[in-house]
């Protein structure tokens, strides 16, 4: 029998089976040598059959297949290793991802923090400009506070202590002479100091020659003139001879004080008011989230007013800016760029120099240039200005921060800053983009057959470079409709293309409808049918801008239009 | 007979100076002369006029910050006239280190911000009155 020591089981059992039923068969065994060594046999099995036909032995073929066993089962052992590699790698390959991912989400993390570290300092910047400001502004609006409280303090003095002592002074009479000649006067405006002292000098001359035995002539003229009278008026001569006329004149004296003191009142409280809104200028930003328009001359004048306190003694500034020129952007920012520049100019002149701020348009950019007549930047310094901590100014009044902010608030609005200095003056000159036009466009097409509406939108989507919006309507009615809405939301209709034969209104009617309501608009009219005669009407009447004969040519309809966008 | 008293008051501006005066005119008698000043030439002047017509300047109320002048340089000419005046400085915010020399050098009788109280004014007001 064969040796089977090495061959599994279920190949003996299959073996041992078919040697039992007489079977021809064919399996693999593996079996070790007397030296030990291992080797695989093919084995073929046929049992021999005598002549009675009865099984009586069996023939065995053995072919060795160590070879071919040992080379399958090291591929297989191969594929073991590159399959537990692949495995291997596929984990590799997933920690890798999230490792990747984690990566990618500290980056993001890191822009967003750069990004909000940017604005940060933007805002830090803008806070200590306004540090800068706050002084004087509190100065500013002290005067006019100061003057509403001594009002009201004098209100409350006249009506609590004056009135009542006056009063008991005072007949019933000589109270009507005081209440009328003080409704005849107007004397609301007190003259300045030293108009008052001209007035009082010439009503002294006259006291002393109409009576010349007054002792208190002098007091007197000081009195009349405070209140505002230039001279002796025939009234006051009247005046001057009764009894109680230093009574009548204390009770217009208080009745004129009390209407002044709400005069101040009230314009202190008008000053103090615009100098708080000036301060809105800053404060839009804290939640402007987009570029909005708003007026750059009220803008500037803000920014004036709260550097007022800086420039009102020894100073000037004269802004040029012509007063409705609308910008576009983050006004709170470029309040930032007026104010970090003059403040720079009235720094470096010590509070003593002219500003000139101009404006001028060249089509498609602003351009602000703030000029000063302060010293001189050093060429050396002029490249540098810019730069990030870059400062001339003592520790502790610069952050070297402020231009460089200015700069990148213009690049912020894609526009250019520029500074040139001479020994005569420093320039300034800040150039920003128009935005392109906000106000949209439109062409309104007309025709009940959609084929010939398709075909226009297509001629003239291919030529126009402009955004603008394509309306169509399919008869003159509903056309009436859509220019009524794009009238409503402020949209420019550049031009309405009418057909000319068209179930209900026709174009002729159409367009003088439109024209009559809205006399500006520019109408095409496309028409196979309309006579010469009719056509020549409606043009003399300036009803329609052209006729063009259906099929038109596509070049005659874009000149018209290109001829249009060009005035827009 | 004693001199004729006289109070000037100065300030730019003229919402402050006109309720300043009316404010003062308000308790004083006829008998002390107030004058209301808006520059520093103005109040220079005015000091020279007093001193030349014989009143006797007894209170100066300046502000400090002026176009053409420091409200302490107006005090210096009004004590260079006459030393025995009550100063005071009326200021938009308690600043300067020059209004603190003043007061070292000089003194001050009252250093007053806007807004300032009507009593304050009153108590530098009424010891002249007596």
């Known amino acids: ?568 | 007979m004693s001199k004729n008293k006289a109070i000037l008051i100065i300030d730019d501006e003229f919402i402050i100076l006109e309720s300043l005066r009316i404010q003062i005119s308000g308790i004083l008698p006829d008998s002390i002369l107030l004058e209301a000043a808006s520059s520093g030439d103005e109040s220079i002047q005015l000091i020279d006029d007093f001193y030349y017509s014989g009143h006797e300047l007894a209170l100066v109320i300046s502000d400090y910050h002026l176009d053409d002048a420091k409200g302490t340089d107006i005090l210096k000419h009004a004590i260079s006239k006459f030393p025995e005046v009550q100063k005071v400085i009326l200021t938009g915010q308690a600043d300067t280190e020059q209004i603190n020399d003043f007061k070292t050098h000089y003194g001050l009788d009252g250093l007053f911000t806007k807004p300032w109280d009507f009593v304050d004014i009153k108590n530098i007001i009424l010891p002249i009155l007596n």
Request: net charge negative; glycine share 4%.
């Open chain 1, 1 to 568: 029998m064969f040796q089977l020591d090495e061959t599994d089981t279920e190949t003996k059992a299959f073996i041992r089976e078919n040697l039992k039923a007489f079977k021809s068969f064919k399996t693999e065994i593996h079996n070790k040598s007397k030296t030990g060594k291992s080797y695989w046999l093919e084995l073929y099995i046929q049992p021999i059959y005598n002549e009675k036909g009865i099984p009586e032995g069996f023939m065995a073929i053995e072919i060795d297949i160590t070879d071919r066993i040992e080379k399958e089962q090291l591929i297989k052992s191969y594929i073991q290793e590159i399959e537990s590699k692949q495995a291997e790698i596929t984990v590799i390959n997933e920690n890798l991802e999230q490792k990747v991912s984690e990566k990618t989400r500290d980056l993001e993390l890191s822009i967003i923090q750069i990004q909000k570290s940017q604005d940060e300092i933007v805002k830090k910047e803008k806070m200590a400009t306004l540090g800068v400001l706050i002084a004087g502004i509190a100065h500013e609006v002290n005067t006019p506070l100061g003057a509403i409280k001594a009002s009201a303090d004098n209100l409350d003095y006249l009506f609590s202590t004056d009135f009542t002592r006056i009063i008991n002074n005072l007949s019933l009479s000589d109270l009507k002479h005081a209440l009328k000649m003080y409704a005849q006067l107007n004397l609301i405006n007190a003259p300045s100091t030293i108009v008052q002292r001209q007035f009082a000098k010439q009503i002294l001359q006259e006291i002393n020659l109409h009576f010349p035995e007054n002792e208190n002539a002098f007091v007197l003229s000081k009195e009349l003139a405070a209140l505002g009278f230039e001279n002796l008026t025939e009234e006051l001569q009247l005046l001057l001879q009764l009894d109680s006329c230093q009574e009548i004149m204390k009770m217009i004296k208080v009745l004129l004080n009390i209407q002044r003191s709400l005069k101040t009142i009230n314009e202190g409280a008008i000053k103090s008011s615009k100098i708080i809104k000036a301060l809105n200028v800053y404060s839009h930003g804290t939640d402007q989230q987009e570029q909005a328009p708003f007026n750059l001359k009220d803008s500037m004048d803000n920014i004036i007013m709260l550097l007022w306190n800086k420039i009102k003694y020894h100073a000037s500034v004269k802004n040029n800016i012509p007063e409705n020129i609308t910008l576009t952007g983050y006004e709170d920012e470029l309040a930032q760029v007026w104010t970090n520049i003059m403040n720079n100019a009235l720094q470096a002149s010590n509070n003593k120099c002219a500003i000139l701020i101009d404006y001028t348009d060249t089509g498609n950019e602003h351009i602000v240039s703030i000029k000063n007549d302060g010293p001189k930047i050093p060429e050396d310094v002029i490249p540098k200005i810019f730069d990030e901590f870059f400062t001339t100014k003592k520790r502790g009044e610069g952050t070297g921060l402020g231009l460089n902010i200015v700069k990148s608030i213009v690049e912020k609005h894609d526009g250019k800053i520029t500074c040139e200095s001479t020994e005569l003056n420093t320039i300034f000159t800040i150039k920003l983009p128009k935005k392109m036009s906000s106000k949209k466009i439109a062409i309104l097409a007309v025709d009940d057959e959609r084929i010939i509406l398709d075909s226009l939108r297509i001629q003239i989507e291919k030529s126009f470079k402009q955004e603008y919006l394509f309306e169509l309507a399919e008869s003159a009615e509903e056309a009436l409709e859509v220019i009524d809405d794009l009238v409503g939301e402020g949209i420019e209709l550049l031009l309405v293309i009418s057909d000319y034969q068209m179930p209900g209104m026709k174009g002729d009617e159409f367009a003088a409808t439109v024209k009559a309501k809205f006399a500006h608009l520019n109408i095409v009219l496309l028409t196979g049918q309309i006579t010469e005669e009719k056509s020549v009407d409606l043009l003399n009447r300036n009803i329609v801008l052209k006729v063009l004969q259906k099929p038109w040519k596509e070049k005659d309809l874009l000149d018209v239009i290109h001829s249009l966008v060009a005035n827009v």
